[in-house]
């Protein structure tokens, strides 16, 4: 172990408290770092602090969505279902901080407002809510990418009388919904969960639908003694197959194309991973589902058949069959029964694509000359992902720059991790790190960067920074990678998050690398064994002592 002589008030300090602000303090503090991770909520968590609404729960499966490094947390924390609840991955989080002893050093109620770097003194300085301020060499974002809520842009949103409330907000002592009449605004990956949950309590519920998704449906089972034995035996195989999987799952990436195959074949297959569920359909029938368009296509086409079967109203059922765009246009969404939810006679899918929402109202929302009444509103209108957290805060670089300025022009790191002008700031899931199941590359790149900081403080240099090269080089990567997928196209058809459409004013750009985690992490492996000189802007990439 490296032991360090602390300079300032901390070697480094982590901004947020979810799986990437624990991951990094755990792996940080193993090199002998003085390592604080501040975080704005009243709980550890992150997004599954923030996230509590109806339904929440993952959509990966619980042997990899979690973390391989504590065979302590492995083997004492027992999952219950496969899909786990939110409730149920915030405790895990928690036992995960208790048992590996990083409470003491998190600080919760400690919002950040504005970052700032000293040149001189190579630090930075961290100003939190209430005027305190904290110095540190490293400064870490762990503050995850979906967690800056956006509201929907209609007029009239102040003027609603009735409980307004978002997704990403829910009241933290819950909201009864029984008998009420409930609207939603909002079809993404909240929505669809928030539906078949809170369908069946309801008095009236009207779903504003703007656009269709492609919903994988899959089920929940409990999880045996027998299989969380089996997960425990086995959990590094499964970890090394995820870590080695484009999308971080274990899975078993499909051999053919779905062109290769005869009509029969090809239905067998689609029916069998549909049945399976969830990620499997997507991850597991063909290898170019999401480079081909034809075999995108086919895959779509397999969906609006299922939802023509489900749902017996056939007017209601083509409204949720997407036309507009091809599967693997948006992330792709898991439900549990969620088009089954369309089949209760007080459920009324609204299309606002056709006629969109005028306004909110006192007492409900309208839509043309039609106002729907409600008791309650909900909006799952999602987040301004990837870059949302880091720019909705000063973060003052070399020079005065400020980060949101200099991404304004288009998103510029290297790897997602290192941004140039930007001396030891270091990003977990920052901008064009990979399309992915998240605690993969959260685990993988909490252990790169302590490995980094050890590196350049062994070796007496003074700064982790991209060089303008490799900025250059990676940028041309995310948006090479990203063509050569559907997603290119699709994507922007769909106003996908991961390119940037759904919120307006932004880059149209990819915010994730679709290139695949498998080769990512590959790239991030060339970078250590060179040994960082695209890290090293303030000496150009020279090895240590030349």
């Known amino acids: 172990m490296t032991s360090y002589k602390p300079v300032t008030d901390y070697d480094s300090i982590v901004i947020g408290a979810g799986f990437s602000g624990l991951a990094i303090l755990y792996h940080l503090r193993e090199i002998g770092l003085r390592t604080l991770a501040v975080d704005g909520a009243d709980g550890i968590g992150g997004t599954w602090w923030i996230n509590r609404y109806p339904g929440v729960r993952t959509d ?5 969505y979690s973390f391989s490094f504590s065979k302590e947390v492995r083997e004492e924390w027992t999952w219950t279902e496969r899909y786990p609840t939110g409730a149920e991955v915030l405790a895990y989080l928690n036992f995960v901080a208790d048992r590996l002893d990083l409470r003491k050093d998190i600080r919760l109620r400690a919002f950040v407002e ?17 005027g305190e301020t904290l110095t540190t060499k490293y400064l870490i974002s762990g503050m995850g990418v979906l967690s800056q809520p956006i509201w929907p842009r209609i007029p ?9 409330a978002h997704a990403a907000r ?13 609207g939603l605004i909002g079809l993404g990956a909240s929505g669809i969960q928030i539906v078949p949950t809170i369908a069946p309590e ?16 899959t089920t929940n089972a409990k999880v045996t003694d027998e299989e969380m034995r089996r997960v425990r035996e086995t959990y590094d195989e499964i970890w090394e197959r995820a870590a080695a999987h484009p999308f971080g799952v274990d899975m078993v990436p499909a051999k053919y194309s779905a062109l290769e195959v005869s009509p029969e074949e090809r239905e067998r297959i689609f029916e069998s991973k549909w049945e399976e569920g969830g990620f499997h359909f997507a991850n597991e029938c063909f290898n170019d589902l999401a480079t081909n368009h034809a075999s995108s296509e086919l895959a779509s086409e397999f969906i609006r058949t299922k939802i023509r079967q489900i749902v017996k109203d056939p ?20 439900g549990f029964r969620y088009y089954h939810a369309f089949n209760l006679p007080h459920v009324h899918l609204i299309d606002v694509k056709t006629t969109p929402i005028s306004e909110i109202t006192e007492s409900g929302v309208r839509v043309g000359d039609t106002e729907y009444k409600l008791d309650v509103l909900i909006c799952a209108t999602g987040f301004d992902a990837m870059t949302g957290t880091l720019t909705n805060i000063d973060i003052v670089g ?65 700064a982790i920074e991209a060089t303008p090269e490799s900025e250059e080089w990676w940028a041309q990567e995310v948006d090479r990678a990203g063509r050569a997928t559907v997603m290119y196209s699709e994507g922007q058809k769909a106003k996908a998050w991961f390119f940037g459409e759904n919120v307006p004013g932004k880059a149209r750009e990819f915010q994730v690398y679709m290139g695949g985690g498998h080769v990512y992490q590959k ?22 002592g030349s």
């Open 60 to 64: 990966s499966e619980y042997p990899y």
């Open 114 to 130: 504005r970052a700032v770097y000293d040149e001189a003194a190579n630090l930075w300085t961290v100003h939190l809510t209430g």
């Open 156 to 164: 009239g949103r102040e003027r609603f009388q009735g409980l307004l």
């Open 170 to 182: 829910w009241p933290r002592k819950g909201v009864d919904l029984k008998g009420k009449r409930v």
């Open 202 to 217: 309801v008095g009236e519920f009207f779903v504003f639908q703007r656009q269709p998704n492609y919903v994988v449906e």
């Open 315 to 334: 007017v209601t059922a083509e409204l949720l069959c997407p036309k507009d765009y091809s599967f693997n246009g948006k992330r792709v969404p898991t």
């Open 398 to 462: 070399r020079n005065g720059l400020v980060l949101r300025d200099k991404w304004a022009r288009g998103i510029r790191t290297n790897l997602g991790i290192s941004v140039n002008g930007f001396p030891n700031l270091l990003l977990s899931l920052g901008p064009q790190t990979p399309y992915s199941n998240l605690p993969v590359p959260i685990q993988l790149g909490a252990q790169w960067m302590a490995r980094a900081i050890d590196y350049f403080e062994r070796n007496g240099i003074p």
């Open 523 to 544: 790239f991030c492996r060339e970078a250590e064994a060179d040994e960082y000189r695209s890290f090293r802007a303030a000496d150009q990439g020279k090895a240590p």
